[in-house]
């Protein structure tokens, strides 16, 4: 892989603590939510994080496949949702359900969009085959 752009982030506290990113923009306290015993509040989680990074970036990957064959999206929505479980075997794994809307769009061209940009984006490479993600077109 040729490197276009690394971020960098630091954790301290685990998931009781603070995150932050080297340039500061990212500035974070992190809490367990209530419905995983934690004490919850106005903070966000390693799972929110995750979610917004990949429907940010799965909204990019789609819009991206549109340009390349010249159609014009308007007003796309991305939403993940990312759950945490507890494996077979005591440790934990991820799913992933994306609810996308491409308006305007004939649904056939819509749906073969979205499988296109599952193929590009960066974060359902790195998923592929590790846990599961669903897709689906609103």
Do not use: W
């Amino acid at each position: 892989m040729k490197k276009l752009y690394t971020a960098d982030a630091i954790a301290t506290g685990g998931r009781e603590g603070r995150i932050k990113s080297n340039d500061g923009v990212l500035d974070f306290k992190v809490e367990i939510p209530k419905e995983m015993g934690g004490r919850g509040g106005a903070f966000t989680n390693p799972e929110q994080l995750f979610a917004a990074g990949y429907a940010a970036c799965f909204d990019s990957a789609l819009n991206l496949v549109a340009r390349t064959q010249k159609i014009k999206l308007k007003d796309t929505k991305v939403t993940a949702s990312v759950s945490i479980g507890q494996n077979d075997d005591g440790g934990f794994s991820l799913a992933v359900d994306l609810s996308v809307s491409i308006p305007e769009i004939e649904r056939e061209t819509a749906q073969k969009l979205l499988e296109q940009a599952h193929q590009v984006c960066p974060y359902s490479n790195a998923t592929r085959g590790n846990i599961e993600v669903n897709l689906s077109l609103l």
